[in-house]
C-alpha cells in the first residue's frame, strides 16, 4: 500500500525559512517522479514543485522559483521540500504527491494527508 | 485566477446526473495534454478520480467518467449519491507555463 507522510510543518514568521519532508513506502521511491501541491485556506489547490526520479531534474512553480528547493534521499525513500523568504501567502496546507511517470511528474496517482503551514507575524 | 476553469459550484438530486466542464486553451488541454480529475471530501486530501482523460483506477465506481475534447473536459457523475458530495478539480500541464495546473474546483451539493 503507498504511504506518504509529510511532517515539518507549523508557525513561522514572514522572511523565515521551513523544511518539509514526506516520507514514502509501499512502492520504489526511485522509480517515481514526486510533486508538492499546496492549498491555502478554503482555497483550491495549487502545484508547487516536482523532481524526477533521480532528483537530477526539478521544476518549480513560478510563485516559489528562487524561494523554495525541491529535493529528495532516494536512499532514505524521503522528498523535502526547502522554503525560504516565506511570505504570508505561502500559508497553506501542503501535500507531497506521487507522480505515475519517472521523469516529469504530469498528474499526482497517490496524496499523503498534508502538512500545515502558517507564515504569520 | 485559474489556467484551467471550472465552475464554482453544481447541484443535483439523489439519483440524478450532473457534470463538470474543465476549459482549457491551446497551451494545455488543447495541446493534447491528458486532464486528470480528483476529488477532495471535506476534510481529507485530494484523491485521484480520473486519470489520462478518461480511466478510472481502481476501486472508482464507474458511475465516475471523464471526457476530453478540444480545449475542454468534462467529468460526469451519474446515480448521484449523497457520499459525492465534495470538490471536484480537473488538471492537466500546460506547455507554456511549463507547469502542471489545476481548475479552481467545483464544489458539487447532493440536493
Known amino acids: 500500500e503507498v504511504q506518504l507522510v509529510e511532517s515539518g510543518g507549523g508557525l513561522v514568521q514572514p522572511g523565515g525559512s521551513l523544511r518539509l519532508s514526506c516520507a514514502a513506502s509501499?512502492?520504489?521511491?526511485?522509480?517515481?517522479?514526486m510533486s508538492w501541491v499546496r492549498q491555502a485556506p478554503g482555497k483550491g489547490l495549487e502545484w508547487v514543485s516536482g523532481?524526477?526520479?533521480?532528483?537530477?531534474?526539478?521544476y518549480y512553480a513560478d510563485s516559489v522559483k528562487g524561494r523554495f528547493t525541491i529535493s529528495r534521499d532516494n536512499s532514505k525513500n524521503t522528498l523535502y521540500l526547502q522554503m525560504n523568504s516565506l511570505r504570508v501567502e505561502d500559508t497553506a496546507i501542503y501535500y507531497c504527491?506521487?507522480?505515475?511517470?519517472?521523469?516529469?511528474?504530469?498528474?499526482?496517482?497517490?496524496w499523503g494527508q498534508g502538512t500545515l503551514v502558517t507564515v504569520s507575524s | 485566477q485559474s489556467v484551467l476553469t471550472q465552475p464554482p459550484s453544481v447541484s443535483g438530486a439523489p439519483g440524478q446526473r450532473v457534470t463538470i466542464s474543465c476549459t482549457g486553451s491551446?497551451?494545455?488541454?488543447?495541446?493534447?495534454?491528458?486532464v486528470h480529475w480528483y476529488q477532495q471530501l471535506p476534510g481529507t486530501a485530494p484523491k485521484l478520480l480520473i486519470y489520462?482523460?478518461?480511466n478510472r483506477p481502481s476501486g472508482v465506481p464507474d458511475r465516475f467518467s471523464g471526457s476530453k475534447s478540444g480545449t475542454s473536459a468534462s467529468l460526469a457523475i451519474t446515480g448521484l449519491q449523497a457520499e459525492d458530495e465534495a470538490d471536484y478539480y480537473c488538471?492537466?500541464?500546460?506547455?507554456?507555463?511549463?507547469?502542471?495546473?489545476f481548475g479552481g474546483g467545483t464544489k458539487l451539493t447532493v440536493l
Open positions: 488538471q492537466s500541464y500546460d506547455t507554456s507555463l511549463s507547469a502542471v495546473v
Open positions: 523532481i524526477s526520479g533521480s532528483g537530477g531534474s526539478t
Open positions: 489520462d482523460n478518461s
Open positions: 509501499g512502492f520504489t521511491f526511485s522509480t517515481y517522479a
Open positions: 491551446s497551451s494545455n488541454i488543447g495541446a493534447g495534454y491528458d
Open positions: 504527491a506521487k507522480a505515475p511517470g519517472s521523469v516529469r511528474p504530469r498528474n499526482c496517482d497517490y
